[in-house]
């Protein structure tokens, strides 16, 4: 798997390697491991915080066909993306935007978002976030910056104004 993980980075090059791990959904060994603590084989960085490398952990369903939703099903799905205005500062690349919720809306096909994104008058805040919750959404999409400062995982946000909270 190392030598595979520097092969494909290698190829990614000016790009960020999009890094999906599909685990068995009855290996509860995986499923114990602290994922979002892999780490570079090079130099040990938390691959989780690198801005090379997009990690995402995802369950496939069944045989691994896609899903098809009976008829009149009505889902909704919560979509906070999170890109403040002020991430340069952090030395977080900005995020884009309208590119990341044009491939939610088109992976989401007939499943309805509500949209919390930078740049929008759904801001995506903690308070936005929180008051939409309760709402009884099937699905919680996020896409922003995480970070750890010792134990403690953060998750980069907006405030009102669209800086970093």
């Not at 490398?53 to 009976?70: A, D, K, M, W």
């Not at 919560?78 to 952090?90: G, N, R």
Request: charged share 20%.
């Amino acid at each position: 798997m190392r030598a595979e993980f520097i092969r494909a980075r290698a190829r990614a090059q000016s790009i960020p390697l999009r890094l999906r791990l599909a685990l068995d959904p009855a290996d509860a060994a995986l499923h114990a491991l602290r994922w979002e603590w892999l780490q570079d084989p090079d130099d040990g960085a938390p691959l989780a915080l690198s801005q090379r490398v997009l990690l995402s952990r995802y369950l496939p369903g069944g045989s691994g066909e896609p899903i098809t939703l009976p008829d009149g099903c009505d889902l909704r799905a919560l979509v906070l993306i999170a890109s403040p205005a002020d991430l340069p500062t952090f030395r977080l690349a900005p995020l884009d935007v309208a590119a990341e919720q044009r491939r939610i809306v088109a992976a989401l096909g007939t499943i309805r978002p509500t949209l919390l994104a930078s740049g929008t008058p759904a801001a995506p805040t903690l308070a936005n976030l929180l008051g939409h919750l309760g709402d009884s959404y099937e699905l919680l999409i996020i896409v922003a910056h995480g970070s750890q400062q010792g134990d403690t995982p953060y998750l980069w946000l907006e405030r009102a104004d669209g800086s970093a909270d």
